[in-house]
C-alpha cells in the first residue's frame, strides 16, 4: 500500500519532481528553510515533505509549543537537511536568523459553517507578529503566507514589512496552490486527461468566489459543456468547505495543503537556484486588475517574483467571474491594511 501511494505522489503532477529523488545527494547551494506553525496540521506533513526535498540543507521547525518532538521525528529521516525545533517566542529569532525562505501555516483553521474571514480576528494577530519578527531576523527570506484569510495576511504582512523598511514585493507570496491542485484533480478526473503534466492556471485570491480557475486556459483542453465549466468552478472555489465538512470541526485541510505548499516552497527555491522557467500560480503584489494584490500565474526567479503574468484570454464566463471577485477581494485587502495600521 505504501509503494501503491508513494508511485501515485510521484506521478501526480509534473512539479513535484522533487518527490521523484528524495535522497538524491546531488550539490545544491546551502538553503535554510523555517517553518512557523511546524507542530500543527499543516506544519508536521509539510516539514516531512520540506525535510525530503534536496534543495533544503537547513530545516528550523517553530511553533509555540510541540516543536521538540516534530524536529527529532523529522530529523530521523536519512536526507541531506539538518533539522532543528524552536519552541516559544524567545526562540523565535534563532528560527529565523539566516532564512532563505519562511513557510507560514501558523494559526487557526476553520470549523464547519465558518468563512476564512471569520479566522481573522485570531489569524491576523499571529501574522503581524510573526512579520515584525521576520522585518527582524530574515528581511531578506522570501515568504510564503499559508494562514488564512489569506487575501488579508498577505496585506497584513505586506504593511508590517513596510514599517520596518525592509517590503520587497518580490518576496511576499499567498500560497493558492492547493486551489490549483484542486482544479487539476477535478478536471482531469471530469475531463478524463492524464493528470500529469495538466495545466490549469486559478486566479483572483483564496476564499470562495476570489478563487477563479481558468478551465479554458487547460491544457491538455477537452470539450467540456457550460454546465460542466459552472460546477467544476463552483467545486474548485468550494474545495476548502469540502474537507471542512469532511472533517466535521477536526479542522481544514492538512494534507492537500501540506503537498500544495511543498510544491510552491520546491518551486521558489528552485526560482532562487536559478532553475529558468520555474511559473506557479501565487497571490502577490500585481498591476494584472486595479487591486494591490492579485493571484495569477508568476514567474519565479533569484530575487523571488520575477515576472507577474497577464491573465490571458478568458471567456465571458470568466470575465462574470472576475469582475464579481474584485469587490470582495478589495475588502479584504483594505480590512488587512488597516488591521496592520492600528497601533
Ligand atoms: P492547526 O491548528 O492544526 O495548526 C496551527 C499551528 O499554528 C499550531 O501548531 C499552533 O500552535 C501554531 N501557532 C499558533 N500561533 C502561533 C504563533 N504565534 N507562532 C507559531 N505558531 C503558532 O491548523 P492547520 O490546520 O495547520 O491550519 C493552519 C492555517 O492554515 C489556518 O489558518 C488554515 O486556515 C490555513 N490553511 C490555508 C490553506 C491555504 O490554501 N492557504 C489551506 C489549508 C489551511
Ligand atoms: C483550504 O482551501 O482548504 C483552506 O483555505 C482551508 C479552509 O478553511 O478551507
Known amino acids: 500500500m505504501m509503494a501503491a501511494m508513494l508511485r501515485s505522489l510521484r506521478s501526480s503532477t509534473t512539479s513535484s519532481r522533487f518527490l521523484r529523488r528524495p535522497y538524491s545527494s546531488e550539490s545544491h547551494p546551502e538553503r535554510k528553510v523555517t517553518v512557523l506553525g511546524a507542530a500543527g496540521g499543516i506544519g508536521q506533513p509539510l516539514s516531512l515533505l520540506m525535510k525530503l526535498n534536496p534543495l533544503v540543507s537547513r530545516l528550523a521547525l517553530y511553533d509555540i509549543a510541540g516543536t521538540p518532538g516534530v524536529a527529532a521525528d523529522v530529523s530521523h529521516v536519512n536526507t541531506r537537511s ?5 519552541a516559544g517566542e524567545e526562540q523565535l529569532a534563532q528560527a ?55 487575501n488579508s495576511t498577505v496585506p497584513i504582512a505586506a504593511e508590517v514589512f513596510k514599517k520596518a523598511g ?70 474548485t472555489q468550494d474545495g476548502g468547505t469540502e474537507v471542512v465538512e469532511a472533517k466535521a470541526g477536526k479542522g481544514s485541510a492538512t494534507l492537500s495543503m501540506a503537498y500544495a505548499g511543498a510544491i510552491f516552497a520546491d518551486a521558489c527555491l528552485k526560482g532562487l537556484n ?36 497577464e491573465l490571458g484570454n478568458l471567456t465571458d464566463f470568466e470575465k462574470q467571474g472576475l469582475a464579481s471577485l474584485l469587490p470582495e477581494l478589495k475588502a479584504s485587502i483594505e480590512k488587512g491594511i488597516k488591521f496592520a495600521n492600528q497601533s
Request: hydrophobic share 45%; glycine share 8%.
Open 274 to 309: 536559478g532553475v529558468p522557467d520555474v511559473i506557479e500560480c501565487s497571490y502577490v503584489q500585481s498591476t494584472v486588475t486595479e487591486l494591490p494584490f492579485f493571484a495569477s500565474k508568476v514567474r519565479l526567479g533569484k530575487n523571488g517574483v520575477e515576472e507577474v503574468l
Open 82 to 86: 539538518e533539522v532543528a525545533g524552536y
Open 96 to 150: 529565523l536568523e539566516g532564512s532563505d525562505l519562511v513557510i507560514i501555516p501558523a494559526g487557526v483553521p476553520r470549523k464547519p459553517g465558518m468563512t476564512r474571514d471569520d479566522l481573522f480576528n485570531i489569524n491576523a494577530g499571529i501574522v503581524k507578529s510573526l512579520s515584525i519578527a521576520i522585518a527582524k531576523y530574515c528581511p531578506n527570506a522570501l515568504v510564503n503566507m499559508i494562514s488564512n484569510p489569506v
Open 166 to 235: 525592509t517590503y520587497d514585493e518580490k518576496k511576499l507570496f499567498g500560497v493558492t496552490t492547493l486551489d490549483v491542485v484542486r482544479a487539476k484533480t477535478f478536471y482531469a478526473g471530469k475531463a478524463n486527461v492524464p493528470i500529469e503534466g495538466l495545466i490549469v492556471p486559478v486566479v483572483g485570491g483564496h476564499a470562495g468566489i476570489t478563487i477563479l480557475p481558468l478551465f479554458s486556459q487547460a491544457s491538455p483542453q477537452a470539450n467540456l459543456s457550460d454546465e460542466q465549466i459552472i460546477a467544476l468552478t463552483k467545486r
